[in-house]
């Protein structure tokens, strides 16, 4: 086989429920293998907060959708000799599939490289799907596939009810679920045929198991099996939404190769090249089985396998896509063995969905075969008490691992029968609840069908609870008559060393005894009682582990790894979740990158398996590990650092700098103190007070009767809020003295600004001033927004440098920071300042083509700046980003407004032009076109400038390639890569020079060319 020179990656586009962060991970390791093999690489993705598409990751990099229509021009300019489809989830599968169906990759010699497209169409049509395994012999559930609903009636009546529909072609799930009857039925199939050309009716396997394998196979027939999953919940609800368990623990040996030679019968008869995803349905009291689907790409699960096992699967799929051998690609982590050796696990790994529904009011919180989690954590631990009560934190709903909290059961909650019958995003905790109600593990499994092994395991966590509550009720006693540290006596080295093995934390512990939780820690390390740091080495032990995959458990003897002594540490933002995502990632990344590149070793700290800061290569040690205090501070006093970075991951770290700080931490950038002078908004409101600068009014309020004197003497309108984002972040909470919000006056008919810019020591490096097309009143994440500012007034720039320049040097801030702004009639006021990165940074930064977490990460260990322009005022483009929403995933949500100010848009697209107008029109289309298919993608925030964009222009201004691209180079008609050179023109703006837009909301692109940032 040949291996080709270019190759075109397509990218998944925004990031939506079903199709996240796991794809940026998947397509940065594709193109870092193919720069390995000397290949050229073009890249497709216009979403702007991705690693991927940062400068440098391929050759070429074009902002666009991931539709045919612009794929097609494209290939026009690139000329690709190959193109590479698995990597960017079902988006570009489909779009691959459409630009094969029209004969443009036949008409331009473009070889799909990997998986075939005839495979991928295999497994995508039911229909095809079913006849094949049947050749085979293999099972699957009996099943009719129809293109109308006449047929999906007919072949249900056949079947019997119930039966599950599921549509062809979808992404998450879509359209998908359980009919008990034909009003049911016609109802399901009406939504799955308005996303969707064909439905699959087949038989309900209620109460059987999900069992997932991840298959890697090469075009010389070498198969093998990286990783097998096992879903706590039964089948029914979709592995996205379920929580899963690697390896499986309730296999027996026969049931585990039997599915095992399965897979590899199935895969090879299809003909997979590269890595792919295997479901299951197995019945729970034989080893009778059935196939449910077969994914011709990388997945979710495949980004949660090769993270749990340390087998990096998208690279060695894109070194086999070129023609290579599993015998012949050293496995990167290892670095002693060869990829076509199967990983084996000495530890649990557990994954949990993490949802924001409490965001919507009135939505349905039932989860089933249709996505509705945004976001996802994994935990390792040595048993899977430890591992499943570590994943309940990681999540960031407040939770300190299982308990039978009713806040944590939800408003809905109603009955632990009903709760248990009817899954929800909450019926963990109803499955608690029911323990602490007296209810046997034979009766819990009758009402959920979760396998009795995980069963006994959580009631084990509630019989130690029920220990340590009879243990700190005895102390109590003591403890009212004069004895205040009975509760060290209580809490016994045995009881608390059992404890912390079945993965209770300092905080949950510190709950039941009525103490805080630096003293359960210092009591704990007293014992001797510390976690020990083990080491993912993919083969348990066989051969010597190279890998820098690290957790910490208490079910050890010893410590895997030295300490490092030094280096730079980053906590990373956590899950992804509505109003926190890919973009922190990006600033993580690069953050760490500047280190790295700077001679620094680096730590990080993530527990989002989506992300690329979790991937092998990113950094010099991982941990895979819980962003609390207590986890923290136990690696910061293993490692010892030189200090943290905390600015770079979003709020989650940023809410530890003080508690760190406390406790001896080193944070490096900006000093805690002014982090929390910035984040109380009192203490923030004096210092405004302090330097002059205007705010709309605004008080803590404690009661009703205060928030109403409050109101009528400011004024209606106002706005209600958390008093602090860890309140908003976590567990809703009543209005109390513990948990004041924040009511200020809501100015109407006002614009709001923001401003992100880095500084050093009080001094400003750069900036970036953004603004909303939306009235004040719109959620940043949710507003649509110009970079560079469109509609401002000099003297409105001049008040929000001036004042950002004040704020600045009164808070010593160093490194990134974000300040926004409402502005009337020319009077400025301020809204509120975050001393970290924000969620605009990798917008700006691809924007102004200034890599502004580079500019933060060098002023924050002190390291010699490089030159760039004082602010991203003056560019010769406009970026601009509009929200994409998920409506239509969160079925009975009621949307009586068109804007908020929390955040409900899950991610962002940009896109480029000189006239807004236009631009904004055109990026309204793609947020609702850019996937190829059917129906409207949720696309979580992803917004991406990049540096190609399509804009139509006359033949006299065209003049042909450019040079490479600097941050000055203005947009112009270029026709070679980014590597290319030549000489370039200013075009000027003109109506003729605009893009135009079709009926459909898109551009014309029949007379487009592509211009470069």
Same mark, same amino acid.
């Given at each position: 086989?040949?291996? *080709?020179?270019?190759?075109?990656?397509?990218?998944?586009?925004?990031?939506?429920?079903?199709?996240?962060?796991?794809?940026?991970?998947?397509?940065?390791?594709?193109?870092?293998?193919?720069?390995?093999?000397?290949?050229?690489?073009?890249?497709?993705?216009?979403?702007?907060?991705?690693?991927?598409?940062?400068?440098?990751?391929?050759?070429?990099?074009?902002?666009?959708?991931?539709?045919?229509?612009?794929?097609?021009?494209?290939?026009?300019?690139?000329?690709?000799?190959?193109?590479?489809?698995?990597?960017?989830?079902?988006?570009?599968?489909?779009?691959?599939?459409?630009?094969?169906?029209?004969?443009?990759?036949?008409?331009?010699?473009?070889?799909?490289?990997?998986?075939?497209?005839?495979?991928?169409?295999?497994?995508?049509?039911?229909?095809?799907?079913?006849?094949?395994?049947?050749?085979?012999?293999?099972?699957?559930?009996?099943?009719?596939?129809?293109?109308?609903?006449?047929?999906?009636?007919?072949?249900?009546?056949?079947?019997?009810?119930?039966?599950?529909?599921?549509?062809?072609?979808?992404?998450?799930?879509?359209?998908?679920?359980?009919?008990?009857?034909?009003?049911?039925?016609?109802?399901?199939?009406?939504?799955?045929?308005?996303?969707?050309?064909?439905?699959?009716?087949?038989?309900?396997?209620?109460?059987?198991?999900?069992?997932?394998?991840?298959?890697?196979?090469?075009?010389?027939?070498?198969?093998?099996?990286?990783?097998?999953?096992?879903?706590?919940? *039964?089948?029914?609800?979709?592995?996205?939404?379920?929580?899963?368990?690697?390896?499986?623990?309730?296999?027996?040996?026969?049931?585990?190769?039997?599915?095992?030679?399965?897979?590899?019968?199935?895969?090879?008869?299809?003909?997979?090249?590269?890595?792919?995803?295997?479901?299951?349905?197995?019945?729970?009291?034989?080893?009778?089985?059935?196939?449910?689907?077969?994914?011709?790409?990388?997945?979710?699960?495949?980004?949660?396998?090769?993270?749990?096992?340390?087998?990096?699967?998208?690279?060695?799929?894109?070194?086999?896509?070129?023609?290579?051998?599993?015998?012949?690609?050293?496995?990167?982590?290892?670095?002693?063995?060869?990829?076509?050796?199967?990983?084996?696990?000495?530890?649990?790994?557990?994954?949990?969905?993490?949802?924001?529904?409490?965001?919507?009011?009135?939505?349905?919180?039932?989860?089933?075969?249709?996505?509705?989690?945004?976001?996802?954590?994994?935990?390792?631990?040595?048993?899977?008490?430890?591992?499943?009560?570590?994943?309940?934190?990681?999540?960031?709903?407040?939770?300190?691992?299982?308990?039978?909290?009713?806040?944590?059961?939800?408003?809905?909650?109603?009955?632990?029968?009903?709760?248990?019958?009817?899954?929800?995003?909450?019926?963990?905790?109803?499955?608690?609840?029911?323990?602490?109600?007296?209810?046997?593990?034979?009766?819990?499994?009758?009402?959920?069908?979760?396998?009795?092994?995980?069963?006994?395991?959580?009631?084990?966590?509630?019989?130690?609870?029920?220990?340590?509550?009879?243990?700190?009720?005895?102390?109590?006693?003591?403890?009212?008559?004069?004895?205040?540290?009975?509760?060290?006596?209580?809490?016994?080295?045995?009881?608390?060393?059992?404890?912390?093995?079945?993965?209770?934390?300092?905080?949950?512990?510190?709950?039941?005894?009525?103490?805080?939780?630096?003293?359960?820690?210092?009591?704990?390390?007293?014992?001797?009682?510390?976690?020990?740091?083990?080491?993912?080495?993919?083969?348990?032990?066989?051969?010597?582990?190279?890998?820098?995959?690290?957790?910490?458990?208490?079910?050890?003897?010893?410590?895997?790894?030295?300490?490092?002594?030094?280096?730079?540490?980053?906590?990373?933002?956590?899950?992804?979740?509505?109003?926190?995502?890919?973009?922190?990632?990006?600033?993580?990344?690069?953050?760490?990158?500047?280190?790295?590149?700077?001679?620094?070793?680096?730590?990080?700290?993530?527990?989002?398996?989506?992300?690329?800061?979790?991937?092998?290569?990113?950094?010099?040690?991982?941990?895979?590990?819980?962003?609390?205090?207590?986890?923290?501070?136990?690696?910061?006093?293993?490692?010892?650092?030189?200090?943290?970075?905390?600015?770079?991951?979003?709020?989650?770290?940023?809410?530890?700098?003080?508690?760190?700080?406390?406790?001896?931490?080193?944070?490096?950038?900006?000093?805690?103190?002014?982090?929390?002078?910035?984040?109380?908004?009192?203490?923030?409101?004096?210092?405004?007070?302090?330097?002059?600068?205007?705010?709309?009014?605004?008080?803590?309020?404690?009661?009703?009767?205060?928030?109403?004197?409050?109101?009528?003497?400011?004024?209606?309108?106002?706005?209600?809020?958390?008093?602090?984002?860890?309140?908003?972040?976590?567990?809703?909470?009543?209005?109390?003295?513990?948990? *004041?919000?924040?009511?200020?006056?809501?100015?109407?008919?006002?614009?709001?600004?923001?401003?992100?810019?880095?500084?050093?020591?009080?001094?400003?490096?750069?900036?970036?001033?953004?603004?909303?097309?939306?009235?004040?009143?719109?959620?940043?994440?949710?507003?649509?927004?110009?970079?560079?500012?469109?509609?401002?007034?000099?003297?409105?720039?001049?008040?929000?440098?001036?004042?950002?320049?004040?704020?600045?040097?009164?808070?010593?801030?160093?490194?990134?920071?974000?300040?926004?702004?409402?502005?009337?009639?020319?009077?400025?006021?301020?809204?509120?300042?975050?001393?970290?990165?924000?969620?605009?940074?990798?917008?700006?930064?691809?924007?102004?083509?200034?890599?502004?977490?580079?500019?933060?990460?060098?002023?924050?260990?002190?390291?010699?700046?490089?030159?760039?322009?004082?602010?991203?005022?003056?560019?010769?483009?406009?970026?601009?980003?509009?929200?994409?929403?998920?409506?239509?995933?969160?079925?009975?949500?009621?949307?009586?407004?068109?804007?908020?100010?929390?955040?409900?848009?899950?991610?962002?697209?940009?896109?480029?032009?000189?006239?807004?107008?236009?631009?904004?029109?055109?990026?309204?289309?793609?947020?609702?076109?850019?996937?190829?298919?059917?129906?409207?993608?949720?696309?979580?925030?992803?917004?991406?400038?990049?540096?190609?964009?399509?804009?139509?222009?006359?033949?006299?201004?065209?003049?042909?390639?450019?040079?490479?691209?600097?941050?000055?180079?203005?947009?112009?008609?270029?026709?070679?890569?980014?590597?290319?050179?030549?000489?370039?023109?200013?075009?000027?703006?003109?109506?003729?020079?605009?893009?135009?837009?079709?009926?459909?909301?898109?551009?014309?692109?029949?007379?487009?060319?592509?211009?470069?940032?």
């Amino acid at each position: 086989m040949k291996k *080709p020179e270019k190759v075109l990656v397509l990218g998944s586009g925004g990031l939506k429920i079903g199709q996240a962060g796991e794809f940026d991970y998947s397509g940065s390791q594709a193109l870092k293998a193919l720069r390995e093999e000397g290949v050229k690489t073009v890249l497709i993705n216009p979403n702007i907060a991705t690693i991927q598409t940062s400068e440098g990751m391929a050759d070429s990099t074009y902002f666009l959708p991931v539709t045919p229509e612009f794929v097609k021009k494209v290939i026009e300019k690139e000329r690709p000799d190959g193109i590479l489809l698995s990597f960017g989830g079902q988006t570009a599968l489909n779009c691959g599939i459409a630009l094969h169906d029209e004969g443009t990759l036949y008409k331009y010699g473009v070889d799909v490289l990997g998986t075939p497209v005839e495979a991928i169409r295999l497994t995508e049509d039911r229909e095809l799907f079913a006849d094949r395994l049947h050749e085979i012999g293999v099972a699957t559930p009996r099943s009719q596939a129809a293109v109308t609903i006449e047929e999906a009636l007919a072949a249900a009546r056949k079947i019997g009810y119930p039966v599950m529909i599921r549509a062809a072609f979808a992404l998450g799930g879509a359209g998908s679920g359980l009919c008990a009857n034909e009003k049911q039925l016609i109802g399901r199939c009406d939504k799955a045929f308005s996303i969707a050309p064909q439905v699959l009716v087949e038989e309900w396997l209620g109460g059987w198991k999900e069992v997932e394998y991840e298959v890697v196979r090469d075009r010389f027939d070498n198969c093998i099996t990286v990783c097998n999953m096992e879903n706590f919940d *039964p089948l029914g609800i979709h592995t996205g939404e379920s929580i899963v368990v690697a390896p499986s623990q309730t296999l027996t040996d026969a049931e585990y190769h039997h599915l095992r030679a399965v897979a590899l019968q199935v895969i090879r008869s299809i003909g997979i090249v590269g890595e792919c995803n295997i479901q299951y349905a197995l019945d729970p009291h034989s080893e009778e089985y059935r196939i449910i689907e077969v994914n011709a790409r990388l997945s979710r699960s495949s980004a949660l396998a090769s993270k749990a096992t340390g087998y990096p699967l998208a690279y060695v799929a894109a070194k086999l896509a070129l023609g290579a051998s599993l015998a012949e690609i050293t496995n990167k982590i290892t670095k002693v063995t060869k990829s076509c050796f199967e990983p084996a696990l000495d530890y649990c790994v557990v994954k949990i969905p993490r949802w924001d529904l409490a965001k919507f009011k009135e939505v349905d919180t039932h989860i089933g075969s249709e996505m509705k989690s945004v976001g996802e954590v994994m935990s390792i631990g040595r048993t899977f008490e430890e591992a499943l009560q570590k994943a309940i934190r990681m999540t960031g709903t407040g939770a300190q691992g299982l308990s039978d909290d009713p806040k944590l059961l939800g408003i809905e909650f109603k009955s632990t029968k009903q709760a248990l019958r009817q899954p929800t995003d909450r019926r963990l905790f109803a499955v608690y609840r029911a323990f602490s109600e007296g209810w046997s593990v034979e009766a819990i499994h009758r009402q959920t069908r979760i396998d009795p092994w995980f069963l006994e395991r959580i009631a084990s966590i509630h019989g130690t609870e029920e220990e340590l509550k009879t243990a700190a009720a005895k102390a109590a006693v003591k403890a009212v008559a004069k004895s205040p540290s009975a509760w060290k006596k209580a809490l016994s080295a045995p009881l608390l060393d059992k404890a912390k093995r079945q993965g209770f934390s300092d905080e949950a512990l510190a709950r039941i005894f009525g103490v805080v939780e630096a003293q359960i820690r210092v009591h704990r390390e007293a014992l001797g009682i510390k976690p020990k740091v083990k080491q993912i080495d993919t083969l348990a032990a066989e051969y010597p582990a190279e890998t820098n995959y690290l957790y910490l458990s208490y079910n050890g003897m010893k410590d895997d790894i030295a300490p490092s002594g030094t280096g730079v540490m980053v906590p990373g933002s956590g899950p992804y979740r509505i109003g926190s995502s890919v973009e922190f990632d990006w600033c993580c990344v690069n953050a760490i990158q500047t280190a790295r590149n700077l001679g620094r070793r680096t730590i990080m700290v993530n527990c989002n398996p989506e992300t690329v800061s979790t991937d092998y290569d990113a950094c010099d040690r991982l941990y895979f590990e819980e962003l609390s205090l207590e986890r923290v501070l136990d690696i910061y006093e293993f490692e010892r650092p030189e200090g943290m970075i905390l600015s770079m991951g979003g709020q989650i770290p940023n809410n530890l700098a003080m508690n760190l700080y406390d406790a001896g931490a080193v944070i490096l950038g900006t000093s805690p103190s002014n982090i929390d002078r910035a984040e109380d908004r009192n203490k923030f409101s004096q210092l405004l007070d302090e330097l002059g600068v205007d705010q709309p009014e605004w008080k803590d309020l404690t009661t009703l009767g205060e928030a109403r004197e409050f109101a009528a003497k400011v004024g209606y309108p106002v706005l209600v809020r958390p008093s602090s984002l860890t309140t908003f972040l976590g567990l809703a909470a009543d209005v109390s003295s513990e948990h *004041p919000v924040v009511i200020s006056k809501f100015i109407e008919n006002s614009k709001e600004i923001e401003i992100d810019a880095v500084a050093k020591r009080g001094k400003i490096i750069y900036n970036a001033i953004t603004e909303h097309i939306e009235n004040a009143g719109v959620h940043s994440g949710d507003a649509t927004v110009v970079l560079p500012a469109q509609r401002l007034y000099i003297e409105t720039i001049r008040q929000v440098k001036r004042i950002t320049e004040e704020i600045a040097e009164a808070l010593e801030i160093t490194g990134p920071f974000n300040i926004q702004f409402i502005a009337q009639r020319n009077k400025i006021k301020v809204i509120e300042c975050n001393l970290r990165a924000s969620r605009s940074f990798p917008f700006c930064s691809k924007v102004s083509r200034v890599n502004m977490i580079d500019l933060a990460t060098r002023a924050i260990l002190d390291a010699e700046l490089p030159e760039t322009p004082s602010s991203a005022l003056d560019l010769p483009w406009v970026g601009v980003k509009a929200a994409q929403f998920s409506f239509s995933r969160l079925h009975g949500a009621a949307f009586s407004r068109l804007s908020f100010r929390s955040a409900i848009a899950s991610r962002k697209r940009t896109s480029f032009s000189r006239p807004v107008p236009s631009r904004t029109s055109w990026n309204s289309s793609t947020a609702r076109k850019s996937s190829p298919g059917w129906g409207t993608p949720f696309s979580r925030r992803a917004v991406r400038p990049g540096f190609w964009y399509p804009m139509k222009c006359p033949a006299s201004a065209c003049t042909g390639p450019s040079k490479r691209p600097s941050r000055t180079s203005p947009p112009c008609c270029a026709t070679a890569s980014s590597t290319s050179s030549s000489t370039s023109r200013r075009t000027t703006t003109s109506a003729s020079s605009r893009t135009t837009t079709s009926s459909a909301g898109r551009p014309s692109i029949s007379t487009s060319r592509f211009s470069r940032i």
